[in-house]
């Protein structure tokens, strides 16, 4: 079983410090069920490759722990010594621990940028629709090249026919962060296979969850990646997918409002009536938050504007269609979303012009990022809340200290509001992905002293209708440089 990595991107050697591997050694590392091999067959600066062997020793997976599941392993004769399956996984989690986790202590930068990279991955044992590889695949942007592998007479005793093997040599092309190249083979692999050599318990759900925080919500296939790997546990796949969910219930409720919508109004050219009949449906608070931050950033007089955790694209669309902004640049984490995105302001379609004025970027909000400086405002809609406490001190330095625009706007949920939400627990928090939501307090409480350190002066104030005792239900902070 063979895994190779390469890059194209100069220098590639340093692909060495993103796997924590140097390639001018050979790497060894045992594992429970066998034993790793890792080099680089070819290693200049034009072009690197890693590769790993994978050994299994097949008398070790009949006699070992191993044999939990399923009875895959009640005789000698199996094909798991000789595919890439979920003991690929394991070996990439024990072997390149770092490089999944997405941290490179030489190369940090590099570590977090998408670069070109080429996977590939056989033999990869494929059970279910012909297209299933390019379902799972194509949807991350990976061009892929799937070749049948005939099949030996090792696997024939399998009981697979001849002229239907199910496996395949797999290649996958793209321009990704290794991280995430790696966490997709870590789950996909699996996925493709069906099987698994261990046994699934709910520790498997919460892996699946770090490995697919970036992505898994927003594929069109998340139902189908987490059924199968869960082994069809549905009601863990149910529970991996509520928490994964991105957008909050009110993005969604606003998604709803605008499938009833006959047409989309052009991006560019937002019709009048649309405007006003929107006026008239009763206000959303998701939308009402978009306009509110997009009539802010107007008023600041804003020309060039960052949206930082763009999501799907709601608030760029808002502003391309204001004329008073020359550069719209829209950044996420999450490549789906930002598929969405072009789809969203019709990209494509657009013409020369109004394409010059908008870029979309893959990016994390945590690292210091040189392509977001220089701008008039940056905009976190609805994002601070997705971040792990210990993230949100990265976020502050990435935005506040490095990137340093005039303005910045960032909203997050009112807590205390959600009393007011019908069917929410006393504690519940609006949506699963949030890691904390703040009470107007406790929303203050972080603003100031982040104004204050970084030197920018701060307003706080509501968006939407104000109650008396919970306030507004959305809570936005506008900070300008002093
Ligand atoms: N601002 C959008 C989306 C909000 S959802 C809107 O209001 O409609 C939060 C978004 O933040 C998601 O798209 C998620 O992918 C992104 N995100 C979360 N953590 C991030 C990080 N560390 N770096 C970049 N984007 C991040």
New binding site residues.
């Given amino acids: 079983m063979l895994l190779t990595i390469t890059t194209t991107h100069s220098p590639a050697t340093d692909l060495g410090f993103l796997l924590h591997k140097n390639p001018d050694r050979v790497h060894e590392m045992d594992l429970s069920f066998g034993r790793a091999v890792m080099f680089y067959p070819e290693a200049n600066e034009n072009r690197t490759t890693f590769a790993m062997l994978l050994d299994i020793d097949p008398v070790a997976l009949v006699r070992g722990k191993n044999k939990t599941s399923q009875g895959l392993f009640d005789q000698y004769v199996s094909d798991r010594p000789y595919v890439a399956s979920s003991f690929l996984s394991v070996a990439i989690a024990k072997s390149l621990r770092n490089a999944l986790g997405g941290t490179s202590k030489e190369r940090q930068g590099l570590a977090d940028t998408p670069i070109p990279l080429t996977a590939r991955v056989l033999p990869v044992p494929v059970r279910g629709d012909e297209d299933l590889v390019a379902r799972l695949f194509e949807p991350l942007g990976y061009d892929l090249v799937s070749e049948p592998i005939a099949l030996d007479d090792k696997l024939s005793y399998l009981g697979e026919s001849w002229d239907q093997s199910p496996y395949v040599a797999l290649s996958l092309s793209g321009t990704v962060r290794l991280r995430d190249l790696l966490s997709h083979i870590y789950v996909l692999i699996p996925v493709l296979d069906k099987r698994k050599h261990y046994f699934v318990d709910r520790h498997e759900l919460e892996k699946l969850i770090k490995k697919g925080e ?1 992505w898994l919500g ?1 594929h069109p296939e998340k139902e189908l990646i987490a059924n199968r790997y869960l082994r069809f546990k549905r009601s863990w796949a149910r529970e991996v997918l509520m928490r994964l969910a ?3 219930i009110i ?1 969604e409720e ?1 998604a709803e409002s605008q499938a009833t919508q006959s047409e989309t109004p052009d991006p560019v050219e937002p019709p009048k009536d649309a405007a006003e009949a929107e006026l008239e449906r009763p206000i959303r608070l ?1 939308e009402l ?2 306009d509110t931050v997009a009539q802010k950033l107007q008023e600041l007089g804003a020309r060039r504007v960052v ?9 760029l669309k808002r502003l391309l269609a204001e004329r008073m902004f020359k550069e719209v640049v829209g ?4 490549t789906a ?1 930002l598929e969405n995105a072009a789809r969203r302001l019709r990209l494509e379609n657009l013409p020369e012009q109004q394409k010059g004025r908008i870029k979309l970027l893959q ?4 690292y210091r990022d040189r392509r977001i400086e220089g701008f008039d405002a940056a ?5 601070i809340e ?2 792990d406490a210990d ?1 949100l001190a990265a ?1 502050e330095r990435a935005v506040f200290e490095f990137a340093q625009p005039e303005h910045v706007i960032i ?1 997050t949920p009112n807590r205390e509001y959600n009393a007011k939400f019908e069917g929410m627990e006393p504690g519940q928090l609006r949506h699963a992905d949030h890691r904390f939501e703040w009470t107007r307090k406790e929303f203050a409480r972080w603003a100031v002293p982040v104004a204050e350190r970084f030197g920018y002066g701060v307003e706080i104030s509501g968006i939407g209708e104000q109650d008396p005792t919970c306030g507004a239900p959305s809570q936005m902070a506008v900070f300008s440089r002093v």
């Avoid at 949206?307 to 608030?315: A, F, I, Q, T, V």
């Avoid at 950044?331 to 999450?334: C, F, L, P, R, T």
């Fill in positions: 970036s927003a991105i957008e909050d993005e606003a998701h938050r978009l949206d930082l955790g763009c999501g799907s694209g709601k608030l950044i996420d984490v999450s979303s990016g994390a909000l945590t905009a976190l809609v609805e994002v997705h971040l993230r976020l909203t």
